[in-house]
């Protein structure tokens, strides 16, 4: 069975940083591109990144380029996205996701003082 | 960017009944491959996404044949035949055909009346 699972989502305050991970399991892992994809409380979904199967290749939206970092473990079989300088907008829920199966249920990022 | 477009925003639909769902994109969305990279995802309340039709038409396992989708180009459509209680929940339809960035649409909220 395909399984997501997102972690480390928590209060920060603005300015600060997080390390979210998704570990990944039920799939041949190094084979697929991979996204964080998120959603902000009430709203819709809207995408974040994306790295491609050996890490070779990412890209950002613009509103968090220069200031969140995609990256995968193929060892583990694990996703990262480390974000820094963090605004109010950037709170969401936080999915890992490859676009073609199921998705993780996501971590809450809320950014706040 | 490829901006999606949906409509309605919102549909009350009676159970039993069909209804139907527009995506509009702002470019062609036939990709250098010649597949047309449209999908459909339903978020359930309380539930991460889950994606119901790729490549226009193509229905994901399990996904009942009440859901169909149809379209090229620029327009596409997703229908359910008969709206059961379990279809409550925001339809999505988002491409990835020309990325960066995968682009959403705002969501339809389907429920019932």
């Known amino acids: 069975e395909v399984q997501l699972v997102e972690s480390g989502g928590d209060l920060v305050q603005p300015g600060g940083s997080l390390r979210l991970s998704c570990a990944a399991s039920g799939f041949s892992f190094s084979s697929y591109w991979m996204h964080w994809v998120r959603q902000a409380p009430g709203k819709g979904l809207v995408w974040v990144s994306y790295?491609?199967?050996?890490?070779?290749?990412?890209d950002y939206a613009e509103s968090v380029k220069g200031r969140f970092t995609i990256s995968r473990d193929n060892a583990k079989s694990t996703l990262y996205l480390q974000m820094s300088s963090l605004r109010a907008e950037d709170t969401a829920v936080y999915y890992c996701?490859?676009?073609?199966?199921?998705w993780g249920q996501g971590t809450l990022v809320t950014v706040s003082s | 960017d490829v901006v999606m477009t949906q409509s309605p925003l919102s549909l009350p639909v009676t159970l039993g009944q069909p209804a139907s769902i527009s995506c509009r994109s702002s470019?062609?969305?036939?990709?250098?491959?010649?597949?047309?990279?449209l999908t459909w995802f339903q978020q359930r309340p309380g539930q991460p996404p889950r994606r119901l039709i790729y490549?226009?038409?193509n229905r994901d396992s399990g996904v009942p044949d009440r859901f169909s989708g149809s379209g090229s180009g620029t327009d596409f459509t997703l229908k359910i035949s008969r709206v059961e209680a379990e279809d409550v929940g925001v339809y999505y339809c988002?491409?990835?055909?020309?990325?960066?960035?995968?682009?959403f649409g705002q969501g339809t909220k389907v429920e019932i009346k």
């Open positions: 490549r226009v038409s």
């Open positions: 470019q062609s969305l036939v990709y250098s491959d010649g597949n047309t990279h």
């Open positions: 996701t490859n676009l073609l199966g199921p």
């Open positions: 988002a491409q990835g055909s020309h990325w960066p960035p995968w682009t």
């Open positions: 790295i491609n199967n050996d890490g070779s290749a990412t």
